[in-house]
């Protein structure tokens, strides 16, 4: 019975992955409100190739914004436990969220299997901390975002870590770029702030699917964080991790982007980290963003 049940599950995977590559949507243009100090942006480009790109604007002078990097779990041998980024979003209220650190262990599936799977131990790679307590203290690649408990963004290195997640590298900072060697276009995501620590910029670009997008080369994702008034920004965990959620007007979780895990888009891959964004309503109720 168990292996009838795994055939038929398999089955039905197998369909939705050739029904989703089959079927592309068509994506539109969005500029929206969603909360107080928050917007969110959908860009969508054809040249030199279909590419989606999803930008959110985190005014840091809004009163009460608050944020969260996923806390630690300790209840087993690994410090995490992996989550969607929707899971997260639900379990801790947050009113924005996207991936956060690499981390491992990982293995790739094709529509079933691979790890993790959501529940499964994870550690994150480099530095992590939440709420003032460090969880992750192997250092990796430059990257680092501090945000104090005055809930300040920055990232120069404070005497004392208060919340903290690792990127994959500058893609520049402080107005100059950084070495980039990775040109090949794949789903990204990223974080960036101005010159003047008023905001924070969040960006996805979804990658991997034809006919809907194909994904960002490093320059590309440098460009739109540039265009957009980041003056220095960070990579975060790329590929399939890369996910945006915001909560709805039912207080439930949506996914902004179309994110894309054991090749089948619009399934969200479960990663270790995060980070969450607290923010206001807005006094009037927003659109809603529509579907990639």
């Known amino acids: ?62 009163p009460d914004l608050r944020f969260l990097v996923t806390p630690p779990d300790y209840e087993g041998e690994r410090m995490l436990r992996a989550r969607t ?24 599936g094709f529509v079933v299997g691979g790890y993790p799977k959501s529940g499964q131990p994870v550690d994150v790679v480099g530095v992590a901390a939440s709420d003032g307590e460090v969880y992750s203290w192997r250092p990796w690649r430059p990257g680092m975002v501090f945000i104090c408990e005055e809930q300040r963004v920055s990232f120069t290195r404070p005497q004392r870590y208060y919340t903290v997640l690792s990127g994959n590298g500058f893609l520049f900072r402080d107005g100059a770029p950084r070495p980039i060697e990775d040109t090949r276009p794949y789903p990204r995501a990223a974080l960036g702030l101005t010159e003047d620590a008023s905001r924070l910029i969040l960006v996805v670009v979804d990658g991997r699917q034809r006919g809907y997008s194909e994904g960002a080369t490093l320059h590309e994702l440098a460009a739109i964080l540039w265009r ?50 607290y923010a206001r309503p807005l006094q009037h109720t927003p659109a809603t963003p529509g579907a990639s």
């Not at 909560?247 to 399934?267: E, S």
């Open 1 to 62: 019975m168990a292996a009838v049940l795994a055939f038929l599950v398999a089955l039905g995977l197998g369909a939705a992955y050739f029904w989703a590559h089959a079927n592309p949507p068509h994506a539109t243009p969005e500029d929206v409100m969603l909360f107080q100090g928050v917007r969110y942006i959908r860009e969508v480009t054809a040249m030199p190739r279909h590419m989606v790109s999803h930008v959110v604007y985190v005014d840091l002078d809004t």
């Open 228 to 277: 957009h008034g980041a003056r220095t920004a960070v990579r975060l965990d790329e590929g399939g991790s890369a996910t945006l959620v915001a909560q709805g007007p039912d207080g439930r979780p949506r996914v902004l982007n179309r994110p894309i895990h054991a090749r089948i888009p619009g399934r969200e891959r479960p990663v270790a980290n995060h980070l969450g964004v």
């Open 85 to 108: 980024v929707s899971e997260f979003a639900s379990e801790y209220g947050v009113q924005i969220a996207i991936n956060a650190n690499y981390f491992r262990p990982f293995r790739p």
